[in-house]
């Protein structure tokens, strides 16, 4: 029968036995966690966590510096972000929002970003970054239905920023938003939301 899931904090043990899981470490034969997470047969879905950017990233920041050679982004982690003025054709200000790709990053802490464009007007919507891919879906399921019932364009950065855009219905689009990331550990949720969305969609 399979066991019920559990609730574990970094550095509790979850097998006596080493296994290869992500969000865990293996040591002295043991395996024990390393954030808080939801641990059930042998897979650890991480609750909460900081962002940790990785290469290729595709993240929405937030112009926070205009320099000479170019522009410091918050993304929403503790890494410096800076997008080169060689980078892009364009022209930010203090503020601004772009969707941009990380190039790489290094042992000093700081990200180096590419590909960039600017946002167009809309809201952005804060969410814990180790939930984006559920929000964002198996080959962009999720995001997709949401774009799909709400008329929003949305853009979720795996920093954990959510850039809602368009003429929609962008309340609809930030609640269902908020579901996902409450529910992001069960099961059933895209027919929970898929539900939800039809429920609310005005006539």
């Known amino acids: 029968m399979e066991r019920e899931s559990r609730i574990v904090m970094p550095g509790e043990q979850v097998s006596d036995k080493p296994e290869r899981i992500g969000y865990a470490f293996v040591d002295k034969g043991r395996t024990y966690s390393t954030v808080v ?8 879905v991480p609750l909460e966590g900081p962002y940790e950017p990785l290469p290729d990233d595709m993240i929405v920041g937030i112009v926070s510096e205009v320099r000479f050679s170019g522009y410091s982004v918050d993304t929403n982690s503790a890494y410096a972000a800076f997008l080169s003025s060689r980078e892009i054709r364009e022209r930010y200000e203090m503020g601004d929002m772009i969707f941009a790709r990380i190039q790489k990053t290094d042992e000093t802490r700081s990200i180096e970003l590419g590909e960039a464009k600017k946002l167009p007007e809309g809201r952005l919507v804060r969410v814990s970054a180790v939930k984006i891919p559920r929000i964002i879906g198996k080959k962009n399921s999720m995001v997709d239905m949401i774009r799909a019932n709400t008329g929003c364009e949305v853009i979720a950065g795996r920093n954990g920023y959510v850039w809602i855009t368009g ?18 550990h069960t099961h059933g949720l895209t027919d929970r939301v898929a539900a939800y969305l039809k429920s609310q969609k005005k006539a």
């Open 37 to 44: 997470g939801l641990y059930s047969e042998g897979k650890l």
């Open 167 to 184: 003429k929609g219905d962008s309340n609809l689009a930030e609640k269902a938003i908020r579901m996902i990331e409450a529910q992001a």
